[in-house]
């Protein structure tokens, strides 16, 4: 029997915020560190967008399912790579999941980073967690190291 990964699909209030969120994000305004990400849709092939908050953690960039196996992360998987935008500023990437076994200190990262905000659908795993109690809600929470084109340098 196949199980549906998990997904804490947002209300209709929270659906409305991250619109106004992305909609600033395109426009210049970055809250928090939010970004546009657009991804090609895994079956219609159309663009999606949806606001997220990169983690610029020991040089790389990463993207971090705060919800779990959302839209974003499926089409993500399909697409390969996508594109940010904050503003006029749109850097192009490819993207590479990572095991979950990889990822208790990302994951504290960016609950360091944006707990706040994300903590909630976390299970009670937080910054002070150890890495068992990390790796113990990894796998609901998918994380994707991303490579930006070579013209486009990843932020300092």
């Not at 006029?88 to 200190?105: D, G, H, I, N, V």
């Amino acid at each position: 029997m196949t199980t549906t990964p998990a997904y804490d699909k947002p209300g209709r209030l929270t659906v409305r915020l991250n619109g106004v969120i992305g909609w600033f994000a395109r426009h210049g305004v970055s809250f928090a560190g939010a970004a546009d990400l657009a991804v090609r849709g895994r079956t219609s092939g159309t663009w999606r967008r949806v606001p997220v908050n990169p983690l610029t953690y020991r040089g790389s960039t990463y993207l971090v399912s705060a919800r779990g196996t959302s839209a974003w992360v499926r089409n993500l998987r399909a697409a390969g790579g996508g594109t940010l935008r904050v503003g006029r500023r749109t850097r192009s990437f490819t993207a590479e999941e990572l095991p979950a076994a990889e990822t208790p200190e990302l994951l504290r990262a960016y609950l360091k980073r944006w707990g706040w905000e994300v903590k909630l659908h976390f299970g009670g795993a937080g910054t002070d967690s150890s890495d068992e109690e990390l790796l113990a809600v990894a796998p609901g929470h998918p994380v994707f190291r991303l490579t930006f084109a070579a013209s486009e340098p990843e932020p300092s």
